[in-house]
T-cell receptor, first 112, second 114 residues
Framework: DTGVSQDPRHKITKRGQNVTFRCDPI?????LYWYRQTLGQGPEFLTY????????KSRLLSDRFSAERPKGSFSTLEIQRTEQGDSAMYLC??????????FGPGTRLTVL | GENVEQHPSTLSVQEGDSAVIKCTYS??????FPWYKQELGKRPQLIID?????GEKKDQRIAVTLNKTAKHFSLHITETQPEDSAVYFC?????????????FGKGTHLIIQP
């Protein structure tokens, strides 16, 4: 499968724990995006990278959230001290500059 | 920031009829307007997009129209089929100025009645 992949697909955690998600983009894509989607809503933009540089961060990305793309390939999204309100589907997408964004299958996070 | 309004939230049409979903946006600098289809439990998939220098684009049974003056764009699906049942999202992007994230509408649940 040469599409965007995400791991894990599901994560259940207790409030206050830290979680980390991984995204592997389409190999030649230099842009990588993170979105969050809650039930009945459209995806909400969180942040994006061009190669290893984080170029834009939404005001939704609180201090508890951090994203990295150290070698310009895969990316990780970490949430520290999770809260129940963090429960959502976390979607990753990738693209060429100015091109279509291809989405991954998402990581569904449940915070108990 | 950009604000995207999408209507209706639910649309039920008879198989074979046409469906129209409308979106308005607030930032006149928006220049890219994609439409995504999301089936239950699946990832969003691009079905058609339009850039600001074009007023209309068509791909088989799907078309998108853009009115930059009024800041609205619409998705048209003709000869609807059962497999068209899904949630459809419009989105806008303001490219340049370091910005590239998409702002999505809240979605339209399209139901095709047999």
């Amino acid at each position: 499968d040469t599409g965007v992949s995400q791991d894990p697909r599901h994560k259940i955690t207790k409030r206050g724990q830290n979680v980390t998600f991984r995204c592997d983009p389409i190999s030649e894509h230099n842009r990588l995006y993170w979105y969050r989607q809650t039930l009945g809503q459209g995806p909400e933009f969180l942040t994006y990278f061009q190669n290893e540089a984080q170029l834009e961060k939404s005001r939704l990305l609180s201090d508890r959230f951090s994203a990295e793309r150290p070698k310009g390939s895969f990316s990780t999204l970490e949430i520290q001290r999770t809260e129940q309100g963090d429960s959502a589907m976390y979607l990753c997408a990738s693209s060429l500059i100015g091109g279509e964004q291809f989405f991954g299958p998402g990581t569904r996070l449940t915070v108990l | 920031g950009e604000n995207v309004e999408q209507h209706p939230s639910t649309l039920s049409v008879q198989e074979g009829d046409s469906a129209v979903i409308k979106c308005t946006y607030s930032d006149s600098a928006s220049n890219y307007f994609p439409w995504y289809k999301q089936e239950l439990g699946k990832r969003p998939q691009l079905i058609i997009d339009i850039r600001s220098n074009v007023g209309e684009k068509k791909d088989q049974r799907i078309a998108v129209t853009l009115n930059k003056t009024a800041k609205h764009f619409s998705l048209h699906i003709t000869e609807t089929q059962p497999e068209d049942s899904a949630v459809y999202f419009c989105a806008v992007r303001v490219s340049g100025r370091g910005a590239d994230g998409l702002t999505f509408g809240k979605g339209t649940h399209l139901i095709i009645q047999p």
